[in-house]
């Protein structure tokens, strides 16, 4: 059990849980009408995942294990850096398309929960996207807080928004 439970915490528990969104969103996309909005909101979720999954990286990394894998999975992080900034910012245009097309689809009608969670998001990510590029002209405490802290929020959001 101690074993398991260790094994566990080195792979970090967020590793799983963005996994598991992958799957059901993939679940849910597959199993609806997929027309090229959906496909264009798709490959946004992806690519958030994909620079999300640095938070599962740190978080291990930050975990109770050896020197030597804190140090090779740091540097397994640092070689993975310049791209963040390019999925990233992927991730956002993609999102610009998928809400382009959703609204010249379905109009703008604010009693539609799936816009209205849709919109958050949006907003979200493109704050989301700025700090990213002000953490990475002049990092501070701060501006580390509040884009990890963005992070998260839109980790809920996109939830709501693809659940419901
Ligand atoms: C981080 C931002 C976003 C992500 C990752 C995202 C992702 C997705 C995904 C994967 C779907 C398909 C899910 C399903 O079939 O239930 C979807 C559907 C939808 N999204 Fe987004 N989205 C985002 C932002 C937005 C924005 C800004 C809007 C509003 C303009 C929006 C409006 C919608 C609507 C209305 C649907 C339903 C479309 C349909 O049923 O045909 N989304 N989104
Ligand atoms: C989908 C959008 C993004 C997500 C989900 C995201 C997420 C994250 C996460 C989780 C971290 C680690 C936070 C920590 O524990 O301190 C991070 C670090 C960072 N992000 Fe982003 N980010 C996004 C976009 C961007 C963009 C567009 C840039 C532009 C340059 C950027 C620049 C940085 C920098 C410089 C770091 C510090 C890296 C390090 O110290 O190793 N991010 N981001």
Excluded: C, D, Q
């Excluded at 992070?151 to 939830?159: D, E, K, Y």
């Amino acid at each position: 059990m101690e074993n398991m439970r260790k094994k566990v915490n080195i792979l970090s528990k967020w590793f799983f849980i963005n996994l598991g969104v992958l799957l059901f969103a993939l679940w849910k996309i597959s199993t609806g009408h997929v027309g090229i909005h959906i496909l264009f909101g798709a490959f946004g979720l992806f690519f958030f995942l994909y620079n999300w999954t640095r938070h599962a990286v740190f978080s291990t990394i930050r975990s109770n294990i050896s020197r030597k894998r804190k140090i090779k999975y740091a540097n397994l992080s640092k070689k993975v850096l310049p791209i963040h900034k390019y999925t990233g910012s992927a991730a956002l245009i993609f999102i610009i398309v998928h809400a382009s097309l959703v609204l010249s689809l379905f109009g703008f009608e604010l009693t539609n929960f799936k816009l209205l969670s849709g919109l958050l998001a949006g907003i979200t990510l493109l704050l989301l996207v700025i700090t990213g590029w002000i953490r990475w002209l002049k990092t501070t405490y701060t501006i580390r807080v509040i884009h990890l802290s963005l992070g998260f929020t839109l980790f809920a959001l996109v939830l709501l928004h693809i659940i419901f």
